[in-house]
């Protein structure tokens, strides 16, 4: 993480990343001024803790490091759940290191503001727990605890945690074991009053998210999808999309032939562990298909599940003589590919970071006017520039001053904010002002002035 701080990367990158950032500011103006944060779309969890670390390290820097610690801590844990499943196994870390570390898609999460790497972490703490107290019968006060850390974090791993959530419930009454869910109950609502405080006039706004509205079993089978955040299409229908973590090289290269190896030893899912495993992680793929838009950062949530129950496969398929004896070596091999595949993916976000960064230095001299943008907008704010901001997403613009700014590259949103908000205000202000270009970035984005009313 540091290495690349030192290369210009701080983990900031598109909207998400700016907008955590901006609530995390905001929380601490809270705590210093009693200036109350406002409403959030998202839950408050990751930018809690990012502005109580963020008074010590500074805002950006607390988010990054616990990404990067929630990351490192998830993949131990992932192999403390494989060691307490499978105790007599062989490559338990070797497996751990080639496809959890550097496994490209969650190795991203670590570098990145996002709330990605936090919530893994908690979804990886409530099956360790869940498992060891069923195994084990350790206290189950953990897994409710982290299992609402989880949904405090991001709201989609309720889907994730329901089935064990549900059958740690039938445990407690099992064992008679009311004080621990006391317990869990209160440490719970001590987890949640972040949240209480800050949504408190809007507590169920996650309910209203257009993509939950939006959720279909048509989506499963289309690769096309009109939103508001435009119009989208990809290659494959959802239903195969959120197959990728099977066999994506973002997730696990090897991942259909360890299916298959699965597959063939199908008696191996009737364990306890690995129905529980195929429960959760079938009910996240059922959900997120059925909601129109594709990303892999959503679906790197479940991947841990995945990775845990496709274990007794690598196992076998290590075991063959020629591959047996040769196993450092293809170790090698794999961690190297891992690195190559990551850098395929990591190089687009960093580049971004970069144009963000430079668009920053571009328009730094112009600060104290009206700024139109829309898209990069959040990261100009995010990094300090004072103009005051019109997204041009958020509504129709009608009236335009002299000397007004608008940062903006048409020929990159004409496709998919056709006929939106800001391809609409851009058409708008090039049929009815003369323009005049002021600085022009290598990559298409424009800072422009409005001389005159045509």
């Not at 793929?285 to 007794?312: E, K, S, T, W, Y």
């Not at 048409?410 to 006929?419: L, M």
């Not at 202000?429 to 422009?448: D, F, M, R, S």
């Amino acid at each position: 993480m540091f290495i690349l701080r030192i290369f210009g990367f701080d983990g900031l990158y598109g909207q998400d990343s700016y907008e955590y950032l901006r609530y995390t500011n905001a929380i601490q103006e809270y705590i210093s001024n009693g200036v109350h944060p406002g409403n959030y779309f998202w839950p408050v969890l990751y930018s809690t803790l990012g502005s109580i670390l963020g008074f010590f390290l500074g805002s950006a820097l607390a988010l990054q490091l616990i990404s990067c610690l929630s990351f490192s801590i998830a993949c131990i844990y992932i192999l403390k759940t494989i060691r307490l499943l499978y105790p007599n196994a062989q490559s338990r870390f070797f497996y751990v290191l080639i496809f959890g570390i550097f496994c490209p898609f969650l190795l991203k999460m670590g570098f990145i503001v996002m709330s990605d790497a936090l919530a893994l972490l908690f979804v990886v703490l409530s099956f360790y727990f869940f498992f060891k107290s069923y195994y084990k019968n350790t206290s189950l006060a953990p897994i409710f605890i982290f299992a609402t850390c989880a949904l405090m974090t991001r709201y989609a791993s309720l889907f994730i945690t329901f089935p064990i959530i549900a059958y740690s419930l039938y445990l407690v009454c099992k064992r008679k074991k009311f004080l621990q869910l006391i317990a869990a109950s209160v440490l719970s609502i001590l987890v949640s009053i972040p949240f209480l405080i800050f949504q408190w006039n809007a507590l169920f706004e996650a309910t209203t998210n257009p993509f939950l509205q939006t959720w279909s079993i048509a989506n499963y089978f289309k690769s096309s999808f009109t939103t508001g955040d435009g119009t989208t299409s990809y290659l494959f229908p959802n239903l195969v999309y959120t197959l990728y973590l099977f066999f994506h090289p973002g997730f696990i290269f090897l991942g259909s032939i360890l299916s298959l190896i699965i597959l063939k030893n199908y008696k191996s899912l009737f364990t306890f562990h690995q129905k529980t495993l195929l429960i959760c992680s079938g009910l996240y793929i059922l959900f997120l298909a059925g909601i129109p838009f594709q990303n892999p950062r959503v679906l790197g949530l479940v991947f841990p599940c995945i990775l845990i129950g496709l274990f007794p496969a690598f196992v076998q398929l290590i075991q063959l003589k020629h591959i047996k004896q040769l196993v450092i070596s293809i170790g090698i091999f794999f961690i190297a590919l891992q690195m190559f595949f990551f850098s395929m993916t990591f190089k687009l976000i960093f580049e971004r970071a970069i144009i963000e960064k430079e668009l920053t230095n571009m328009i730094k001299p112009y600060e104290g006017n009206t700024l139109y943008s829309f898209d990069v907008d959040l990261a100009m704010q995010g990094r300090g520039l004072d103009f005051d901001y019109k997204n041009m997403f958020l509504e129709r613009y009608k009236n335009f001053q002299t000397n007004d700014l608008i940062l903006f590259d048409p020929a990159r949103y004409e496709k998919q904010w056709k006929d939106k908000n800001p391809m609409l205000n851009w058409e708008f202000i090039e049929q009815n002002y003369q323009l005049k270009i002021l600085e022009t970035h290598p990559k298409g984005w424009k800072l422009y002035q409005i001389e005159t009313k045509k």
